[in-house]
């Protein structure tokens, strides 16, 4: 995953929710398994 796309995405998440859900779930779940708190 790269942290750049990451922000790139939740930079726009307001504007296309929709596109970056996925992206963002998985994110999440790979930073979770790495033990890394999430701000989302």
């Known amino acids: 995953m790269e942290n750049e796309e990451l922000m ?3 930079s726009t998440l307001t504007e296309k929710p ?3 859900r996925q992206l963002l779930c ?3 779940t ?3 398994k790495k ?3 999430v701000p989302f």
Request: hydrophobic residues 35%.
């Open 8 to 10: 790139n995405c939740m």
């Open 18 to 20: 929709e596109k970056c």
């Open 26 to 28: 998985k994110a999440k």
């Open 30 to 32: 790979v930073l979770t």
């Open 35 to 37: 033990k890394i708190q």
